[in-house]
């Protein structure tokens, strides 16, 4: 037999290993005479160490003994509580998990039989089993007692899992349901003569609208009363006010028992200062004319529950248009995400961290979301009109509006935070949100959710990690840029109808209307998902193609991209979600040929018109560089690398053109860039490094091939021009010069034969046939021209430039900048030419006088034949030659003793020149206006046209997407022209004075 203290001990571990916090008041409890039975039936210990708190259900327990009448009753309780397993899981999990129920059933303790039927899984009550439990109420007090009683079962079926979340808060929605009528039976029974003049329909509202009721929550409702039989109608509305005042009394009223739920009227027209009963002529009335944004969100939930059901029906269906119209509203979308802000606003900083509901990651979070969403996009799609949350996300899911992995998150942590939050309310059953403190409740609230190892730190980073997601997406989706430009737009427009369709398409400016609609049938027809969220970027896409110089072209554009990644589950997704995506992939589409054709070869780069990752930014010579030697590293041969390197290109390409275009164009949330020289340093900069990088790939492939790891000579590519001075343009060829030295113990011969053949195999490899913007290497600028050999050592520079330099070289020596292949080499090279282009006694007036003679020939010569010379960017007055060789002169007699003026860059120099006071700061700023602009119209028709040009386009919608581009609406071409001209010819005459006046 085994000793009191060896038993004591047993049991105290046992209690300690089931559960039991208190495992010394266990015991004591587990003593009492009422458990004396049962004391020692390892049955009953398991069932309560399964519950959420052992301790308050055993304490729960001993209670509900005592209080039976007699022995009788007490070992009826006890025989039926272990021996069947769905009353003992049923009711010690309710007592594990609810101190206020236990309170109930101590008071009324035979309601604990409402628990001993068994349902299955697939059986739950509703509205009307629901009433036949209420049936026997008939006062407000018999009330209170059946209420608790019914929500004694939906509890236990919650806490053992009979019933998930969703079907709980569905549950306690259609008990609230049946309380209202029952509580409306007790107002009317009480004045019959009051329910005798009028109709009144009770429609809910929020949460018990939604059918998502919380275990303690106001019913929000609003009243709508009728005369009837002929009765006068300020009579009936006054009756019909005496019986909703009644109605919220008993249902809000404290007794003996309790309160069940407070009702709240005060989303009824004009709040608590209008009147609580409304005729549904005066609920339209008001509606129509003077209700706020929040109010139809509301309605949004509206649904008819008690009183006269055929009435409600009338209101729900009168104001159904007026809630599915509200998107249509001024500022709607604005409006309620700046309610949504206020909420957080007011919640005090003590509580912010604790709100399971109003706080940012908080139910309200995808509460808004949702319901934003449904009214943007419900107008056209009947399927999202549900007042339920989580009906309506699978809709939204299932129509394409939200993406299925978002959608599936955010179901996730909903349906979590859902059940903390009826976890915390079932324990007192008070009306709280915010997640205890206190390390018991913690524990307790946990373990109700079954998490059991580690309860609290699991709970507490499980909670943390939910509510991450639900802020994340919420910023994602409540936040969306596309949803106010589709709120902006009619219903019948956001469905594309086919009526009067080609009118619209004439109206936005589309020439071949007919071939615009084949394109909307081919993506938008069906009833895919696709389909789904085609119909509902189309519309929006349209009026941004529109506004472009080519929406036909936009149009055709974006549904070649969509054929070529119809399949890609991303694509569509990219553009509903992410950012400025869409907005950004339309202006691009529609403002010329260069970036379409360039994403045409590589669709898979719409991805960067995201925001996140990196976006449009340009990306660094060294990253580019990284990644085109890796890509070299890979392949099986030289062609396969450069053709690996080449795909880079063409991808950062794009990035580059894309940002240049939405820099220029803007976007609804962020305007044009002001800055127009910013833009041209972004160009200039990103395609020089990225020809610099290119050349770097290449040439580490042919050294690859030809030679392994070692080149029997150092070799580097010198930049010059607009390479050497990060202004290359588009289409700009690489102007270089190649340097090579032997490496010790080399012979010359075999070196410079390997310095020929690194640079021939690098011309031919870049110059093969592609669909690609080319690559051209010109080494024009090398010492002897085209005469000179194309590779020299840097001895062999060092004993041409010493004796035979001409102006010509030191003037193009202004630009070099070593761009590839060995550093060390081309610092030498840097340091070998910099007292050449930096003469420390400036520019003598001959070589001043030969300068200008070159510039002259060379426009004399180079002008094309009937080209407009003051529409011409680069050689005509006041273009890019007026304003770089007047600022190269200045370097050229200068920079020894300025160092600013030290640099290749153009604006640069302009910069350091007005510094140093050799140019004043208003003729500085005329000719880097005139330089920026005749840049951006060398870029710009690149971008239109797909192909280098330094003049204006002639053809009209060329011309206006140039326009467009540089800041000028439709119809306002000339006026580029002559702002061209006027800004050219106030350059011409800075020009004049410094470059030829021999300042």
Request: some cysteine; aromatic content about 6%.
């Amino acid at each position: 037999m085994t000793s009191a203290p060896g038993r004591r001990s047993s049991i105290f571990t046992r209690l300690l290993r089931h559960g039991f916090t208190d495992p010394s008041a266990a015991e004591r409890l587990l003593d009492s005479p009422e458990l004396a039975a049962v004391r020692d039936d390892p049955v009953l210990l398991d069932a309560l160490g399964r519950a959420a708190d052992p301790d308050l259900a055993l304490l729960g327990l001993v209670r509900l003994l005592e209080a039976q009448d007699g022995h009788t009753a007490r070992q009826e309780l006890l025989d039926t509580l272990i021996a069947a397993k769905p009353l003992r899981d049923r009711l010690l999990g309710v007592l594990g998990a609810s101190a206020a129920l236990a309170d109930h059933l101590a008071r009324h303790p035979t309601d604990w039989q409402a628990l001993v039927t068994y349902e299955p899984r697939d059986l739950h009550p509703g509205v009307e089993e629901f009433e036949r439990g209420l049936a026997e109420a008939d006062d407000p007090v018999s009330l209170r007692v059946a209420y608790r009683r019914c929500l004694l079962s939906i509890a236990a079926r919650d806490v053992c899992g009979t019933i998930e979340i969703a079907q709980t808060a569905a549950e306690l929605a259609d008990l609230a349901t049946a309380t209202l009528r029952a509580a409306l039976a007790l107002a009317a029974a009480a004045a019959p003569e009051d329910a005798a003049l009028c109709r009144l329909a009770v429609i809910a509202m929020g949460k018990c609208g939604g059918h998502e009721l919380n275990y303690v929550s106001d019913v929000d409702v609003i009243f709508v009363g009728e005369a009837v039989n002929g009765a006068d109608e300020d009579k009936a509305l006054r009756a019909a006010t005496r019986l909703a005042s009644h109605l919220m009394r008993i249902c809000s009223e404290t007794t003996v028992e309790g309160s069940i739920w407070p009702v709240d009227a005060n989303l009824r027209p004009e709040g608590r200062n209008g009147p609580l009963v409304r005729t549904l002529a005066s609920h339209l009335a008001y509606y129509q004319r003077w209700a706020k944004t929040w109010e139809f969100q509301a309605l949004l939930k509206a649904r008819p529950v008690a009183g006269d059901l055929t009435l409600g029906a009338e209101y729900v269906a009168a104001l159904q248009p007026l809630v599915w119209g509200a998107a249509e509203r001024e500022n709607f979308v604005a409006d309620v995400q700046k309610m949504r802000r206020r909420v957080v606003e007011t919640i005090p900083a003590t509580e912010i961290d604790r709100q399971l509901k109003l706080g940012p990651g908080g139910l309200r979070d995808v509460e808004f979301a949702v319901q934003l969403l449904q009214l943007v996009h419900g107008r056209a799609d009947a399927s999202l009109r549900s007042g339920t949350t989580l009906d309506a996300l699978k809709a939204l899911a299932t129509g394409g509006y939200v993406g299925r992995v978002d959608a599936a998150q955010l179901d996730d942590a909903y349906r979590f935070l859902r059940s903390m939050e009826h976890r915390i309310q079932l324990y007192r059953l008070r009306r709280t949100h915010l997640v205890p403190e206190d390390e018991t409740d913690l524990r307790r609230l946990a373990r109700s959710l079954e998490l059991r190892t580690d309860p609290v730190a699991t709970l507490t980073r499980e909670w943390k990690r939910h509510a991450s997601v639900v802020r994340r997406l919420h910023e994602k989706l409540f936040y969306r840029p596309l949803l106010d430009a589709v709120a902006a737009l009619a219903t019948g427009e956001a469905r594309l109808s086919a009526e009067a369709a080609r009118e619209r398409m004439v109206a936005l400016g589309y020439a071949d209307p007919a071939a615009a609609l084949r394109h909307l049938e081919a993506l938008a027809s069906g009833v895919t998902r696709k389909a789904a969220i085609q119909r509902t970027l189309l519309p929006v896409l349209l009026g941004w193609f529109a506004d472009s110089a080519d929406p036909d072209a936009g149009l055709l554009n974006f549904r070649k991209v969509s054929d070529a990644l119809g399949k890609t589950p991303w694509y569509l997704r990219l553009l509903r979600d992410e950012g400025a995506a869409a907005e950004n992939l339309a202006r691009v589409l529609s403002a010329g040929r260069l970036a379409p054709d360039l994403l045409m070869r590589a669709p898979e780069a719409v991805a960067l018109l995201g925001d996140g990752d990196g976006g449009l930014r340009p990306r660094s010579r060294a990253a580019l560089e990284q990644e085109m030697l890796a890509a070299v590293r890979r392949a099986d041969n030289a062609v396969q690398g450069v053709t690996a390197a080449r795909g880079v290109r063409r991808r950062e390409l794009f990035r580059t053109s894309a940002a240049d275009i939405v820099g220029s164009y803007g976007t609804e949330s962020q305007p044009a860039e002001a800055d127009q020289g910013a833009l041209v340093d972004l160009v200039g900069g990103a395609v020089s490094d990225l020809t610099a990088a290119t050349l770097a790939g290449t040439l580490r492939a042919v050294v690859r091939e030809g030679w392994g790891d070692t080149l029997p000579t150092r070799f580097a590519i010198i930049g010059m021009g607009r390479f050497g001075g990060h202004e290359l343009g588009y289409g700009s060829d690489a102007d270089v010069l190649f340097v090579h030295e032997p490496r010790d113990g080399v012979d010359e011969r075999e070196a410079a034969e390997a310095a020929n053949k690194v640079v021939s195999e690098m011309r031919r490899l870049l110059q093969i046939p592609s669909a690609d913007p080319p690559l051209l290497i010109d080494a024009d600028l090398r010492p002897e021209g085209k005469s000179g050999p194309l590779v020299r050592t840097l001895t062999s520079y060092e004993a041409y430039y010493r004796r035979w330099s001409l102006v010509w070289e030191r003037h193009a020596l202004l630009r070099a900048e070593h761009v590839a292949g060995d550093e060390e080499l081309g610092r030498r090279f840097i340091e070998l030419v910099d007292p050449l282009r930096y003469p420390a006694n400036g520019l003598d007036d001959e070589a001043a006088r030969e300068i200008r003679r070159l510039k002259a020939r060379m426009e004399s010569e180079r002008l094309p034949r009937g080209a407009d010379p003051k529409l011409h960017a680069k050689l005509g007055p006041g273009g890019l030659s007026d304003v770089e060789w007047t600022v190269q002169l200045t370097q050229l007699r200068h920079a020894a003793r300025e160092p600013g003026l030290r640099t290749t860059r153009t604006r640069e120099a302009l910069s350091a020149a007005c510094a140093a006071g050799l140019i004043s700061s208003d003729d500085a700023a005329i000719l880097d206006e005139a330089w920026v602009l005749a840049t951006r119209v060398r870029n710009a028709v690149m971008l239109v046209r797909g192909r280098a040009g330094d003049t204006f386009p002639t053809a009209p919608r060329e011309l206006g997407a140039v326009g467009r581009y540089l800041g000028y609406g439709p119809g306002h071409a000339g006026d580029m022209l002559d702002a061209y001209r006027r800004t050219a010819r106030r350059a011409r005459g800075v020009v004049e004075e410094l470059f030829y006046g021999g300042a």
